[in-house]
């Protein structure tokens, strides 16, 4: 996400290095460039030259500390504008109500049911809140059939009726069965089309004015850059929607749209999606994605994920058998699929600041776990418990039931064991691993 705009704009930084300060003509230089940037990026061209007009107008004669380097002061100005131009905040849904209703538009293909399953997992394990999900897309084949599945997935009852036709009444007949029954929310799945038609509009207006939503939501594809933008305006005449979603971000796109929308629609980006995972949506900041467009990295994400995936009890189990030297090959494979439910793990190296740039060019897979886990879940629960103990042949059995050679198994092996001496040592060695542990024994 990103890649080549923040590629483009550290060159653009660099025409102003080793200047001894800030003036009209270095800034002009260098703000032609970053223009040529966001415009690569698809940003429209209006929005592209507002952002550097206004820049240049709070570069020109900025003081600069002699502890600051121009080109320094050039990427904190230009931060805070791509901040204010993306929103400044993030933006909380509204979900009051007896209940709250979400409606979701948007084109198909943009991801908009897979969305509908993901808010509702959201609200259902972020917020505690019992979630009804109503399937009124009647008009694209096998939609209410994917959202059945979806919410399968996750475990949240999905509201259809077979054969209606008509999306208000499935909504509002949803609406009643979650007053009923107590639901805290209803998130609505409506009808998309491959265009915007005049006929998709009534439909989704008359839905809108039908169910009266605490909180509505245009779903939009990142990949399809100023045609994303053009769609939100477009709907937002009809609909005047409360905020948009941002799909597919681990794909190719170039970041016009999360750069524009705000501008051109006034309206907020809510969330952003990427990869398939249910679990894969996140707020969206500002501030952090300008972090990470100016290669800044973000660690406050990786760690918000690490939270979700790790609580405190089990980072004292953990510590404890590894301090006694009892970490075994079953919780080596039990942290790799936390490690997995975090998300991509390019997308999670990209947040370490300066990282991410590194591992640019370099190929890393989820599925370069598959070899490691096929092995592990080849050996007996006495192996995994005593690795030491995988004598030959069972290192033959473990291969020939993982489909790898024993000098895979044998590689796995060494692996392992030199990073139990390195966790190890650094569970002794490390003051606040020790705070924690007497923290323990206290209780």
């Known amino acids: ?71 320094q002061m050039m990427v904190k100005i230009v931060h805070d504008e791509l901040v204010e131009l993306m929103g400044s905040e993030a933006s909380d849904i509204n979900v009051k109500g007896n209940p709250g209703i979400v409606l979701v538009a948007g084109l198909n293909g943009s991801g908009k049911t897979t969305f509908c399953g993901k808010l509702a997992l959201n609200l259902k394990s972020k917020r505690g809140m019992k979630v009804l999900v109503a399937a009124c897309d009647t008009f694209r084949p096998a939609a209410i059939e994917q959202l059945k599945t979806l919410c399968g997935q996750i475990q949240v009852e999905c509201y259809s009726e077979d054969g209606v036709k008509d999306p208000i009444r499935i909504a509002q007949n ?25 006929e998709l509009m009534d439909e989704i207006s008359a839905l809108h004015k039908a169910v009266n939503p605490t909180e509505t939501l245009f779903v939009v594809d990142a990949m399809t850059g100023q045609d994303a933008v053009e769609t939100a305006k477009t709907f937002n005449e009809y609909l005047d929607f409360d905020g948009v979603v941002l799909t597919k971000m681990d794909g190719d796109t170039r970041g016009g749209a999360a750069l524009s929308i705000k501008a051109v629609v006034g309206k907020p980006i809510k969330f952003v999606s990427s990869g398939e995972k249910m679990e894969a949506l996140d707020i969206f900041y500002p501030k952090r994605i300008a972090d990470r467009i100016l290669g800044m990295g973000d660690v406050v994400t990786l760690v918000e994920k690490a939270q979700e ?3 405190e009890e089990e980072a004292r189990r953990l510590h404890k058998k590894i301090a006694r030297d009892q970490f075994t090959l ?8 936390q490690i997995k439910k975090m998300g991509n793990i390019k997308d999670l190296a990209s947040m370490i600041p300066g990282v991410g740039k590194a591992l640019r060019d370099v190929d890393i897979d989820n599925d370069s776990f598959k070899q490691t886990e096929a092995i592990i879940l080849s050996m ?39 990073t139990r001496n390195v966790m190890k040592k650094m569970t002794t060695t490390n003051p606040m691993a020790a705070r924690l542990m007497k923290k323990k024994k206290r209780r």
């Open 1 to 71: 996400m990103f890649e080549n705009l923040t590629d483009r704009l550290e060159k653009s930084f660099r025409l102003i290095k080793g200047q001894g300060r800030i003036t009209e003509v270095n800034i002009s230089e260098t703000m032609k460039d970053v223009r040529k940037a966001l415009l690569d990026a698809d940003v429209s061209y209006k929005i592209a030259k507002n952002f550097c007009d206004e820049v240049k107008q709070k570069a020109i004669g900025q003081d600069v500390l002699k502890a600051v380097r121009p080109e």
């Open 174 to 198: 949803a609406i009643r069965k979650a007053k009923a029954e107590g639901y805290s929310v209803v998130v609505i799945d409506t009808a998309g089309r491959l265009a915007v038609d005049q």
């Open 309 to 311: 995936q790790f609580d």
């Open 330 to 337: 079953q919780d080596f494979y039990d942290q790799i699929q």
């Open 380 to 418: 007996t629960p006495y192996e995994k418990e005593n690795p030491t103990y995988i004598n030959g042949s069972r290192r033959k059995r473990i291969a020939a039931g993982s489909g790898t050679t024993i000098a895979d198994v044998n590689r796995l092996l060494k692996q392992f064991e030199s």
